[in-house]
C-alpha cells in the first residue's frame, strides 16, 4: 500500500549539541470532503492522494493513519474539529494530532479482517485512496465487481478502501470497521443490509465506547455523525517515540437509519 501527504510537521532530536528539526510530510489533498449535514448518499465517501514519505534521517518507519471519532450531536462533533484546526500549523507542530488523539480520543479506522488490523497507509509511491464506510446500496461486492466499471464505481455506494493510480483502480478485500478498542464493529450501525446475523456487529454505539462521544440530547433521531482526520506517522529512531504531521481534515458523514 501507498502513502503519506504533502506539508510539513517537525520534531525535534539532538545532534552534536545543536537542536535539529527533522520534517515528515502530511496528507494535504482531499478531492472530496463531505459534510455531516449532507442529504446525498452519494457525496459520503472519502478521497484524498497522498504523498511520498520522507527520507529524513532520525526518522523510522513512515506512512499515515486515518482517525475518526462518532458523535450524536454535531455542535460537539464541529467544537472538538474546530478545537484540533485551530492549532494544525507549522508553527504548532504536531499540536493538532497530539490533541486529536490525547485530548478528545480520535481512534485509527480499522478493517474488518482482523479486530487488531487498522487502516494505516505506508509511505511511498503518491497514490489517490478511496474509501466508504458502510454500504448504500447492495449489488456490488469483492466477488461482482472484476469489471472496469464496476470497479470505478464500487466506491460510490459500497463500503470499500480503495486506490486508484492513473485511471485504475483497486480494492483491499477488507472494508473499514471500528477500531478494535470497541471490538469487531461496522459502521452500519442500524443495519441496513441486514447481514448481522449474530446481532453483535452491526450496532449503535454505546455511551462509554473509545471512540464515540455520547451526549445527553441528539441533533436528530436515530443519526450519528462521523469525523475523519488523516495525519503522517514517523518515529524517532533515538527515542522510539510517534511523530506525527499537522493533521488533514477529511470531513465527515451522516449515519441514519433507513440510509
Not at 164 to 179: F, G, L
Given at each position: 500500500?501507498?502513502?503519506?501527504?504533502?506539508?510539513?510537521?517537525?520534531f525535534?532530536?539532538?545532534?552534536?549539541?545543536?537542536?535539529?528539526?527533522i520534517?515528515?510530510?502530511?496528507?494535504?489533498?482531499?478531492?472530496?470532503?463531505?459534510?455531516?449535514?449532507?442529504?446525498?448518499?452519494?457525496?459520503?465517501?472519502?478521497?484524498?492522494?497522498?504523498a511520498?514519505?520522507?527520507?529524513?534521517?532520525?526518522?523510522?518507519?513512515?506512512?499515515?493513519?486515518?482517525?475518526?471519532?462518532i458523535?450524536?450531536?454535531?455542535?460537539?462533533?464541529?467544537s472538538?474539529?474546530?478545537a484540533i484546526?485551530?492549532?494544525?500549523?507549522?508553527?504548532?507542530?504536531?499540536?493538532?494530532?497530539?490533541?486529536?488523539?490525547?485530548?478528545?480520543?480520535?481512534?485509527p479506522?480499522?478493517?474488518?479482517?482482523?479486530?487488531?488490523?487498522?487502516?494505516?497507509?505506508?509511505?511511498?509511491?503518491?497514490?489517490?485512496?478511496?474509501?466508504?464506510?458502510k454500504?448504500?446500496?447492495?449489488?456490488?461486492?469483492?466477488?461482482?465487481a472484476?469489471s472496469?466499471?464496476?470497479l470505478?464505481?464500487?466506491?460510490?455506494?459500497?463500503?470499500?478502501?480503495?486506490y486508484?493510480?492513473?485511471?485504475?483502480?483497486?480494492?483491499?478485500?477488507?472494508?473499514?470497521?471500528?477500531?478494535s478498542?470497541v471490538?469487531n464493529?461496522?459502521?452500519?450501525?442500524?443495519?441496513?443490509?441486514e447481514?448481522?446475523?449474530?446481532?453483535?456487529?452491526?450496532?449503535?454505539?454505546?455511551?462509554?465506547?473509545?471512540?464515540?462521544?455520547?451526549?445527553?440530547?441528539?441533533?436528530?433521531?436515530n443519526?450519528?455523525?462521523?469525523q475523519?482526520?488523516?495525519?503522517?506517522?514517523?518515529?524517532?529512531?533515538?527515542?522510539?517515540?510517534?511523530?506525527?504531521?499537522?493533521?488533514?481534515?477529511?470531513?465527515s458523514?451522516?449515519?441514519?437509519?433507513?440510509?
Open positions: 500500500m501507498s502513502a503519506l501527504f504533502c506539508v510539513f510537521a517537525g525535534i532530536v539532538s545532534s552534536c549539541g545543536m537542536d535539529e528539526v520534517s515528515i510530510e502530511e496528507p494535504t489533498v482531499t478531492y472530496n470532503d463531505p459534510l455531516y449535514s449532507s442529504s446525498d448518499p452519494l457525496t459520503w465517501y472519502f478521497n484524498f492522494k497522498t511520498p514519505s520522507s527520507d529524513a534521517e532520525g526518522l523510522g518507519y513512515t506512512g499515515t493513519d486515518v482517525y475518526y471519532k458523535y450524536n450531536n454535531y455542535s460537539n462533533l464541529t472538538q474539529r474546530n484546526n485551530s492549532v494544525n500549523t507549522s508553527s504548532s507542530g504536531s499540536t493538532a494530532a497530539t490533541r486529536m488523539i490525547e485530548t478528545y480520543s480520535y481512534q479506522l480499522g478493517t474488518s479482517t482482523s479486530t487488531n488490523k487498522a487502516v494505516f497507509f505506508e509511505g511511498h509511491d503518491s497514490t489517490t485512496v478511496i474509501f466508504r464506510l454500504n448504500y446500496q447492495s449489488g456490488i461486492s469483492n466477488e461482482s472484476d472496469d466499471d464496476l470505478k464505481t464500487r466506491y460510490t455506494l459500497n463500503a470499500c478502501i480503495g486508484k493510480v492513473s485511471t485504475d483502480y483497486t480494492y483491499e478485500e477488507y472494508v473499514p470497521y471500528r477500531n478498542a471490538g464493529k461496522s459502521f452500519d450501525f442500524f443495519d441496513y443490509d447481514d448481522d446475523k449474530g446481532g453483535t456487529r452491526d450496532v449503535e454505539p454505546a455511551e462509554g465506547d473509545a471512540d464515540y462521544y455520547h451526549s445527553a440530547s441528539f441533533s436528530e433521531e443519526c450519528y455523525y462521523v475523519l482526520f488523516a495525519v503522517a506517522r514517523a518515529w524517532n529512531t533515538e527515542s522510539v517515540s510517534p511523530v506525527y504531521s499537522l493533521v488533514l481534515d477529511l470531513g458523514v451522516p449515519i441514519r437509519k433507513g440510509e
